[in-house]
Every structure is written in C-alpha cells, then in structure tokens.
C-alpha cells in the first residue's frame, strides 16, 4: 500500500515536471515572437491607417548593404525599441530594389530594370524613387496619411533612434523650424531605451 502510493506520487511529480516544461517552451517561444518589431507590406501600413491612424516607419533596404544588416542585428533587436515601435508606428521593411509590386495612390510601382541574377546593386524600385530613397539604409517617417515627413539616412543605434521616434510619434516636428531648434532638442535629448551590446 505505500508502495502503492509512492508509485502515484512519483507518477503525479512526472507529470507536473512535464506540464511544466511544456510551459515553459511555450511561454519562451511566446516572447521569442513578442520580442520582434511586426513588419508589415507597405500597403499594410497605409491600409491600416485608414482604420486607425498612427505614423509608419520604413526601413528602405537591400539585399548587398552592410549597414542595413547591422539594424537589424543591433538596432532592431533592441527590446525597449521593439516595444515602442510596435505600439505607435506602422513598421515597413522595404527592399528598395526588390521587384514587389506595390500600390500606393492609385498608382502601380514596380522595378522594371530589375535583374534577378544579380547578387550585388540591382535598379531602383519605382516606389524608393517617389519615397526620395537616395542611399541604403534610410529610415523613411511617414505621417498618419503617408505623406513623407523625413528619411533618415545612413545606421543608427537604438539610442540614435530612439531621438527620432519621440519626435516624430509626439509630433515635436510640428513645432521645431529651424536647424538650430532641432539641434537644441537632440542636445537636451535623453535617450531612454537600454543599451544593448
């Protein structure tokens, strides 16, 4: 009888041990996909608007570009960045000479020169050109109707960013008219997201 009663109580610990890995991987693979900015299409982002109207972010791309792998690697991996984008922007990653088919406007944009043999610089894409793309990585912000407020070019830290965001999420854009007010803003600027790496 207590034999009996031992075997029931290691047979109930078995199970409790496997429910609790089962819980465990679920609740890791759960912020493993939290723990990531929500790309969605270009079109995405402008459909969405029309339902509730936030700004988008665009990160205009390519395939060949050293400084674009490193967002994503550094930048974009930053969990205080991760959060806050995902509540107050539209994320878009664009391959600013893929050969998607986007419509925006009532107009079709396309990459008609591209070359799917190339491995390295590839044409333009139509919309990277009406966006004003003119180097890789640029950080397009859009406002709530996707109008083009300002790119930003070249990498940037999530600290670096994280300037960016603020201004143009609390529309701080609106008010700073002049080179000298925004250089005042990023001076007085303190960053708030943690640095990673």
Known sequence: MV???????????????????????????AQKKEASIKWITFEEAVKAQAKNPKKIMLDAYTTWCGPCKLLDKNTFTNPDLIEYVNKNFYAVKFNAEGNDVVNFKGKKYTNPQFDPNKTGRNSQHQLSQILGVSAY?????????????????????????????????????KKITSQEEFSKYATEFKPTFMMIN
């Open 137 to 173: 990585p640029t950080i397009l912000f859009l406002d709530e109707k996707a109008s083009v407020i300002t790119p930003v070019i070249g990498y940037r830290t999530a600290q670096e960013l994280e300037l960016y965001l603020k201004f143009f999420k609390e529309d701080s854009y």
């Open 3 to 29: 034999f009996d009663s031992l075997k029931k109580t290691l047979k109930m610990k078995k199970y409790l041990i496997i429910a609790l890995i089962i819980f465990v991987s679920t609740s890791v693979n």
